[in-house]
């Protein structure tokens, strides 16, 4: 057998030859902070699911606070918080700035939160039948989330197969104690007229809030 009187070339000759400083030193890895991962992984999805005309919504209001301190307190304690207005007095403000202060303080606590928004319009188009299927399972993330804004309660066209979802909706989630903002412009013979005389009663648990003024729309 023949052996070679050369050597082969060492890692750091190598590297030399690649134009890399054998001699560079790799920073060490900063440490994982899981706080500040969660702020801005949270950050990152509000700032998906809220429409920029909402991004800076802030909870201002006196009561939407009050009831923000009483579920953080003890979420499984607290009623669902309905705000009902005319058009434009800032319900959907509210809600969003609910959940960014929510999402907030649970990012702060390092504490997984899950959470969903949806208008009744957009619920009653995903549950109407279609060709797929996919109607059947329609709901079925906003029954297991653990929080959920429904907005623009009762507003659109809909239909008895329709209210079977929302009222289904509404009867799990107060079931299971489960936390819930509702907006409306509706008082409640015509939330009953529209939903049914079950799913009132279910909402009429809720902490309500009347928001009243001006349409803000029209005073920017």
């Not at 054998?22 to 950050?43: G, K, M």
């Not at 990152?44 to 006196?62: E, M, N």
């Amino acid at each position: 057998m023949h052996s070679s009187s050369s050597s082969s070339p060492d890692v750091r000759e190598l590297l030399a030859r690649r134009g890399i400083d054998p001699n560079l030193s790799v920073p060490d890895e900063p440490p994982f902070d899981p706080v500040a991962w969660r702020t801005q992984h949270y950050a990152a999805k509000l700032a998906a699911d809220i429409p920029a005309t909402f991004r800076d919504a802030r909870p201002d209001h006196p009561q939407v606070r009050d009831w923000i301190s009483r579920h953080l307190t003890d979420p499984h304690d607290c009623p669902w918080l309905m705000l009902v207005g005319n058009t434009g007095t800032g319900k959907t403000h509210q809600a969003y700035g609910a959940l960014r202060h929510l999402a907030g303080v649970a990012a702060r606590s390092n504490r997984d939160f899950r959470w969903l928004i949806v208008t009744h319009p957009d619920l009653n188009a995903a549950a109407r039948i279609k060709p797929d299927g996919s109607h059947a399972y329609a709901i079925e993330p906003y029954l297991a989330v653990e929080f959920l804004i429904v907005d623009d309660l009762a507003a659109g066209k809909a239909s008895e197969f329709t209210n079977e979802h929302i009222t289904r909706l509404i009867d799990h989630r107060w079931s299971h104690r489960m936390a819930t903002i509702y907006t409306t412009n509706l008082d409640a013979d015509a939330l009953e007229t529209a939903l049914g005389e079950r799913a009132l009663s279910r909402l009429a648990d809720a902490t309500q809030v009347e928001m009243s003024g001006p349409d803000r729309r029209f005073n920017r």
